[in-house]
T-cell receptor, first 115, second 114 residues
Framework: DGGITQSPKYLFRKEGQNVTLSCEQN?????MYWYRQDPGQGLRLIYY???????QKGDIAEGYSVSREKKESFPLTVTSAQKNPTAFYLC??????????????FGPGTRLTVL | KNQVEQSPQSLIILEGKNCTLQ??????????LRWYKQDTGRGPVSLTI?????NTKSNGRYTATLDADTKQSSLHITASQLSDSASYIC?????????????FGKGMKLTVNP
């Protein structure tokens, strides 16, 4: 059953704590992305990775960190430096340009709430 | 500035009725435009993709149009069903300097009532 999964679905964090959101895909996609979704706003790109062991900052990378040690996995860490982390986080993946459809497939999301 | 504007922000219709969602963009250079459907608490799912040369594309009860001259797209939903209640997001891809970027609209919330 191919797809992209995120865990956990809901996450609660105390202020000052780091938390890591999981994203796994078995679609053999090269590129993976992390977005943040807030009410009344479009999706905003946090980080993306087009190849293992390489990743790039998106538009709102401050307070976040990522790793890409395996093609299938792209975890996102929300650090205590992120001033307003409460949001819905979406992970996506797609083939690289020229290697197939450019459609980004999204995971089911993780809702992070800071208490 | 690359922007994607959607209207209306929200819409309530009765089951069985038709509706049209609008998307205006100022993205350049344009590569393609997608409409996504996002159920509450879920990730977005692609409905249609429109390239520069395409005017109309259908996917079941969903029909997307694109006017590249006026930089407008619409998503028409025919014979709405309760399951159409969701947010609909217009996303434009631009290609610049060998890299690609997605510009997301804020989405519009459709509610279909029985």
């Amino acid at each position: 059953d191919g797809g992209i999964t995120q865990s956990p679905k809901y996450l609660f964090r105390k202020e000052g704590q780091n938390v890591t959101l999981s994203c796994e895909q078995n679609l053999n996609h090269d590129a993976m992305y992390w977005y943040r979704q807030d009410p009344g706003q479009g999706l905003r790109l946090i980080y993306y990775s087009q190849i293992v062991n390489d990743f790039q900052k998106g538009d709102i990378a401050e307070g976040y960190s990522v790793s890409r040690e395996k093609k299938e996995s792209f975890p996102l860490t929300v650090t205590s430096a992120q001033k307003n982390p409460t949001a819905f986080y979406l992970c996506a993946s797609c083939m690289l340009a020229g290697r197939g459809s450019d459609e980004q497939f999204f995971g089911p999301g993780t809702r992070l709430t800071v208490l | 500035k690359n922007q994607v504007e959607q209207s209306p922000q929200s819409l309530i219709i009765l089951e069985g009725k038709n509706c049209t969602l609008q998307c205006n963009y100022t993205v350049s250079p344009f590569s393609n435009l997608r409409w996504y459907k996002q159920d509450t608490g879920r990730g977005p799912v692609s409905l249609t993709i429109m390239t520069f040369s395409e005017n109309t594309k259908s996917n079941g009860r969903y029909t997307a149009t694109l006017d590249a001259d006026t930089k407008q797209s619409s998503l028409h939903i025919t014979a709405s069903q309760l399951s159409d209640s969701a947010s609909y997001i217009c996303v434009v891809r631009l290609t610049q300097g060998g890299s690609e970027k997605l510009v997301f609209g804020k989405g519009m919330k459709l509610t279909v009532n029985p």
